[in-house]
Structures are given as structure tokens and as C-alpha cells.
């Protein structure tokens, strides 16, 4: 950092900590060391620490006493909970995105769709560049499709509900059919959208969450059998 600018705060802190959780790089159980954060971002620990404390109450972090912070994981039952809450709001979202999305969103999700079809003719020198950037486009897409439900309550709820560190993982559990069914259902909503059919987006929308909570789910217990095996 150069002299005479400023640090950034905890909410920056915050910002960038919550992002690389969500983009995978750091993944479920695994620990956040306050020096090593202070290290790699360029800033005292206190920010540090405040923003970890700010990520607990967001349920992404815990923070256990005499061992730190650590990204949360999530069990099967919650896995369920949380996917069936997001096809609601993001069902929801959908459908009031029908009527409001501006051409300039609309846009935009078609290129992010068309981007996500094309990594899989695409080379990449590691998996998890390639998952990374998926998750980064997926994100997106979903994103563009809350905001333009032009419901800023709204898309507070789904951000503090449904961001989950498990997303980068599951993203690695894909396979090509998933990948390709996942990319059917991005068509399907905008096609939806395009036609200004608010039912038709949310129904597409919620039966695309049900079908990336069921291979979440059989994944999670699969990736958790071998682990005692």
C-alpha cells in the first residue's frame, strides 16, 4: 500500500473475506487465521477480526473459543432447509424480474449463459480455475435476476440466507451432465424472461434450485461416507 492512502475498514474487510468464501477459496471446516488474513490483504489484525465477527452473524463463519475462526459447514438438513427457502425467494425474484428486468440485465444474463456454455470446450490449466470462474458466472446470473426483481428487501433476505461456502464445492462435484443440465435450466428462466412470463420463470426457477439441491445433497453424503471410510 502506497503512503498517504487509506487501509480499508472492516466492511471492505468484510466484502473481500465473504467473497472468497463464497468463491471457494476457502471451503467448509477449514481455518481462518487472523495473521495470515492480516498478511495477505494488507491490513492490522482488528479489521480482521471484526469482519470475521460480522461473517459469524451471516452464518459463514464460527468462531469457537481458544480455537479461532473456521467457514462453516453444513449438514444434510440444513443443506435441505436452506435450498427449499432459496426456491422460494429466488422463485419469487423470478417472477417479479419477468416484469421488471431492463434490456441492459437481460443482456447480460444472455452473455453470462452463453459464457458458461462455452467452458466446457474450453482449456484450463487446473480445475479449480475453471470451477472458480463457474461459480463467479453462476453467481452472477442469479444475481442479475434478484437485482431486477427491483426488491431490495428481497434480495437482502437471499443474500443473508442462501450464500453458502458448500456452493464452490458442489460446483466440483459436477459433472458434465450437470453442468449441462444446469446450463438447460439458465436457457429456460431467460427464455421465461424474455417472454415477460413471470409464472413460467419462477416455476423454471425453483425446479432448477430442487434439482441442484438433490445432487447437492446425494454429494454431500457420498463426499461424507468417504471420508469415514
Known sequence: MRRGEERPGAP?????????????????RERLIEEQLAERLGVSRTPIRQ??????AEGLVEIQPNKGAM?????????WDIYDLRAVLEGHAARRAAERIDERGMARLRELANEMESLAVRGFD??????????????EFHGTIIASSKNKRLERMIRRTIELPLVFKAFFWYGPQERMV????????????????GERAEIIMRE?????????????????KGEKA
Open 12 to 28: 471492505a474487510i468484510f466484502e473481500r473475506l465473504r467473497r472468497m468464501i463464497l468463491d471457494g477459496e476457502y471451503g467448509p
Open 51 to 56: 469482519a470475521l465477527t460480522m461473517l459469524e
Open 208 to 224: 432448477h434450485v430442487y434439482e441442484g439441491r438433490d445432487f447437492v445433497i446425494h454429494a454431500l453424503e457420498k463426499d461424507r
Open 126 to 139: 487446473e480445475r479449480e480455475e475453471e470451477i472458480r470462474l463457474l461459480v463467479t458466472l453462476n453467481n
Open 71 to 79: 467457514v462453516c459447514s453444513f449438514g444434510v438438513e440444513e443443506v
Open 182 to 197: 444446469s446450463n438447460h435450466y439458465h436457457r429456460q428462466i431467460l427464455g421465461a424472461l424474455e417472454a415477460r412470463d
